[in-house]
T-cell receptor, first 116, second 116 residues
Framework: AQSVTQLDSHVSVSEGTPVLLRCNYS??????LFWYVQHPNKGLQLLLK??????LVKGINGFEAEFKKSETSFHLTKPSAHMSDAAEYFC??????????????FGSGTRLSIRP | DADVTQTPRNRITKTGKRIMLECSQT?????MYWYRQDPGLGLRLIYY???????NKGEISDGYSVSRQAQAKFSLSLESAIPNQTALYFC???????????????FGEGSRLTVL
């Protein structure tokens, strides 16, 4: 069965410094993986997705993530944080892709704070 | 106009009252979902529907019911609200016709429910 673990509930960085949000997954096969972002008082928005093409995936707003099968990780990074990046970030894995019981599993979320 | 619309956006009610949260979508997707978000717990699936005739319980369906009135409409009801159902509720849709589409959800902006 699939599962996903976000290793940090809260990350705080200074504006202009790199961002690293960590996600580890558990899967019996090579999964699809997603990162979503939720800005305050908003719904979730897809940031980027990995679907077994390139292992380095680029998303919106300068974010990217690298799929590392050997480490079962899909960490989200950005070279330089901006104040507008302050939000909650969720790592997501679909479960049971081709079965009628397919569903989508969310990590518990990482709140990213940006210091001026 | 938003592709996934939730009403009401905010609601305060009292214990024991019946509440309905409504969701409508213009994306033409067959799959619709209701999630509940609580701080530190991420999103938890309440119910999901793969088409008008197919409704399934999620991980936390107790105390909730749903109705899929049409492809575009999926309502969540709390028959007798209790304070621990105070949360932010999200409706979402997905298109299962592609492997990528299985994990990509399109969210409404949420309905904040407070049960006193």
């Amino acid at each position: 069965a699939q599962s996903v673990t976000q290793l940090d509930s809260h990350v705080s960085v200074s504006e202009g410094t790199p961002v690293l949000l960590r996600c580890n997954y558990s899967s019996s096969y090579s999964p699809s993986l997603f990162w979503y972002v939720q800005h305050p008082n908003k719904g979730l928005q897809l940031l980027l997705k990995y679907t077994s093409a390139a292992t380095l995936v680029k998303g919106i707003n300068g974010f990217e993530a690298e799929f590392k099968k050997s480490e079962t990780s899909f960490h989200l990074t950005k070279p330089s944080a901006h104040m507008s990046d302050a939000a909650e970030y969720f790592c997501v894995v679909p479960h049971g892709l081709y079965s009628s019981a397919s569903k989508i599993i969310f990590g518990s979320g990482t709140r990213l704070s940006i210091r001026p | 106009d938003a592709d996934v619309t939730q009403t009401p956006r905010n609601r305060i009610t009292k214990t024991g009252k019946r509440i309905m949260l409504e969701c409508s979508q213009t994306k033409g997707h067959d799959r619709m979902y209701w999630y509940r978000q609580d701080p530190g717990l991420g999103l938890r699936l309440i119910y999901y529907s793969f088409d008008v005739k197919d409704i399934n319980k999620g991980e936390i369906s107790d105390g909730y019911s749903v109705s899929r009135q049409a492809q575009a409409k999926f309502s969540l009801s709390l028959e007798s609200a209790i304070p621990n159902q105070t949360a932010l509720y999200f409706c979402a849709t997905s298109d299962p016709r592609s492997r990528e589409g299985l994990g990509e959800l399109f969210f409404g902006e949420g309905s904040r429910l407070t049960v006193l």
